[in-house]
């Protein structure tokens, strides 16, 4: 069985950081690349970054680009967001996803994490 | 950035209907683009991906079509447990992009 577990949400207050962590089991982690999808209270669905398998490569949306850090260690199946300089509009439950074919960087996301909720306040 | 949008924002219909949103792309995305439905508390889920792609697992009552910028999904019939909110997401070019939602609910 396929499973992602987002950890490492919390209350912060603006300019603070946050390291997010997504444990994933049931698959080859080091075969697919990673996204990070993030969800504000009571809004649509924003797409935030993604790291190849081999972690060489990375992308990220326009909003936290120079802010947050994607990472991943293959040895031991985790994902990491670090966020920087937070700040109130990136309140959101953030989720960790799986791209489907494990090509370079892509977003077909067919397994997702439970989310973890950011609070900038 | 890609921007996409989808039409409509809501709808409203009853079981057995067949329903259809649209997705449309600032640009030419080729068959980039996946739908996912959402219902409340939960993550979302992965419908049809590369445009018309059936995910393992959906029911075959859910179809996707198009390509480079305008695409469709189609629930030829709708069922209960269909509500929720459907996104479009393109990953031709970065930063990937979703559209902003259709929220479906059964009358």
């Known amino acids: 069985e396929v499973l992602l577990l987002e950890s490492g949400g919390g209350l912060v207050q603006p300019g603070g950081s946050l390291r997010l962590a997504c444990v994933v089991s049931?698959?080859?982690?080091?075969?697919?690349?990673m996204n990070w999808v993030r969800q504000a209270p009571g809004k649509g669905l924003q797409w935030v970054s993604v790291?190849?398998?081999?972690?060489?490569?990375?992308r990220y949306a326009d909003s936290v680009q120079g802010r947050f850090t994607v990472s991943r260690d293959n040895s031991r199946d985790t994902l990491y967001l670090e966020m920087n300089s937070l700040r109130a509009d990136d309140t959101a439950v953030y989720y960790c996803?799986?791209?489907?074919?494990?090509?370079?960087?892509?977003?077909?996301?067919?397994?997702w994490g439970q989310g973890t909720l950011v609070t900038v306040s | 950035a890609i921007q996409m949008t989808q039409s409509p924002s809501s709808l409203s219909a009853s079981v057995g209907d067949r329903v259809t949103i649209t997705c449309r792309a600032s640009?030419?995305?080729?068959?980039?683009l996946a739908w996912y439905q959402q219902t409340p508390g939960k993550a979302p889920k992965l419908l049809i991906y590369?445009?018309?792609n059936l995910q393992s697992g959906v029911p075959s009552r859910f179809s996707g079509s198009g390509s480079d910028t305008d695409f469709t999904l189609t629930i030829s019939s709708l069922q209960p447990e269909d509500f929720g909110t459907y996104y479009c997401?393109?990953?031709?070019?970065?930063?990937?992009?979703f559209g902003p939602g259709t929220t479906v609910d059964i009358k």
């Open positions: 996803a799986k791209d489907l074919e494990g090509k370079a960087l892509a977003a077909t996301l067919d397994y």
């Open positions: 997401l393109q990953d031709y070019s970065y930063p990937f992009t």
């Open positions: 590369t445009a018309s």
């Open positions: 640009q030419v995305i080729k068959n980039d």
């Open positions: 049931g698959f080859t982690f080091r075969n697919y690349a």
């Open positions: 790291i190849s398998n081999t972690a060489k490569t990375a």
